[in-house]
């Protein structure tokens, strides 16, 4: 009676504390089992902690005690989520390379736009502004820092605060804006032209070397055209991707320029600290169907980093989507307090603040082909 007692206690406290899933394996209920065998790890409570992969045999399962010593012996299955940063590696035979041979996340989209780094003369593009205001409006292009080739052929940056836009094939043409308001940008899907930048994965490989502070990032942004306080800030929409000096990861939603903030919170310690080290950096963004009942179209956010810069093995560290209900100063431009940024921009900007030297290289945008799920 006191064994049978006793079997019974332990049966409440299964039921109790354990994942339904576990009890395939009690040999009373073995729905499932198969599945359930070949995604649970059985760690063996011995004196060196070791671990190895074990598969229950018919003979095992004749034994209630057997089973229930594996079950609380198992750790979670592999299914469920760790407490572990996830990584992601990019199938290069997929979905290809891009012009400097760099995996690409998201297939570039048939005839979509594209625009990469002039290597040999960066200066010399004309989609390519660097911290020039003037080319806005066709003046000089010269850039207003100083930008040297390494003997590697990379680039060498030596300013505090860096801003470079690339432009699609159009241009930037203030003149073809014909609205700033928000809620007829998301009814007519574009700022300035129908191949403006909006569904796009922005990379850019860096080596920060010094100056700025642990609290400041590179930032990649898209969606928008110049940020100035020009037509309210209305121009200066964004969503933006940062990576931080010191490892860390968020997003930031600019409705207006240069109040109309929000970001996200900050993952803490993504990667090690970034000085001394080349880097691989992605921003993601693309609108998702519409799912909602009203029709409401999402965006979907994505921060990637190429850890060892081998151009391959890259690490999706962060990623946000837009549902509505982030922000709140959207009707300053004629949207909704909580406008979502469907529309696409001229521009898309690669900024950094404090860091008073960087080198760069490889740097792209190009329109994507978003996944139908």
Not at 3 to 12: D, K, R
Not at 144 to 154: V, W, Y
Not at 310 to 331: L, Q, S, V
């Amino acid at each position: 009676m006191t064994i049978i007692i006793l079997a019974i206690s332990v049966y409440v406290i299964l039921v109790a504390y354990l994942p339904n899933i576990s009890f395939s394996q009690l040999p009373f209920l073995t729905a499932g089992r198969s599945s359930i065998e070949k995604n649970h790890m059985i760690i063996h409570g011995n004196n060196n902690n070791s671990s190895s992969n074990h598969s229950l045999s018919s003979g095992e399962t004749n034994s209630f005690w057997y089973s229930l010593n594996k079950i609380i012996n198992t750790t979670k299955p592999k299914s469920l989520p760790l407490q572990t940063k996830p990584t992601e590696v990019t199938n290069v035979s997929q979905k290809g390379v891009d012009k400097f041979g760099i995996a690409m996340l998201y297939p570039t989209k048939p005839n979509g736009e594209q625009w990469y780094m002039n290597m040999s003369s960066p200066t010399s593009d004309p989609r390519f502004n660097l911290n020039n205001p003037y080319k806005h409006v066709g003046k000089s292009s010269v850039s207003r820092f100083n930008f040297n080739k390494n003997p590697d052929g990379s680039w060498n940056l030596t300013s505090p605060k860096v801003r470079m836009e690339a432009y699609t094939s159009t241009g930037y043409n203030q003149s073809k804006m014909t609205t700033y308001n928000q809620s007829e940008l998301a009814a007519k899907g574009y700022m300035q032209s129908p191949n403006d930048w909006k569904n796009v994965e922005m990379t850019g490989y860096l080596k920060y070397i010094g100056g700025g502070k642990v609290d400041e990032n590179f930032d990649w942004y898209a969606r928008g055209g110049i940020h100035t306080d020009a037509n309210k800030g209305c121009e200066g929409t964004a969503y933006k991707g940062n990576l931080y000096y010191s490892g860390n990861s968020d997003f930031g939603k600019e409705q207006w320029h240069e109040n109309g903030f929000v970001s996200t919170d900050t993952k803490i310690n993504v990667t090690s600290p970034l000085k001394g080290k080349w880097i691989g950096f992605k921003l993601v963004m693309y609108n998702l169907s519409p799912t909602l009942k009203n029709g409401t179209i999402s965006v979907k956010l994505e921060n990637w980093i190429n850890e060892n810069a081998d151009g391959k093995t890259w690490k999706k560290i962060d990623e946000k989507t837009d549902n509505g209900g982030w922000g709140k100063d959207g009707e300053r431009c004629g949207g909704l307090p909580d406008q979502i940024i469907t529309w696409g921009g001229p521009i898309a900007t690669f900024r950094w603040d404090g860091a008073n030297e960087v080198d760069i290289k490889n740097f792209s945008v190009r329109e994507i082909q978003p996944p139908t799920k």
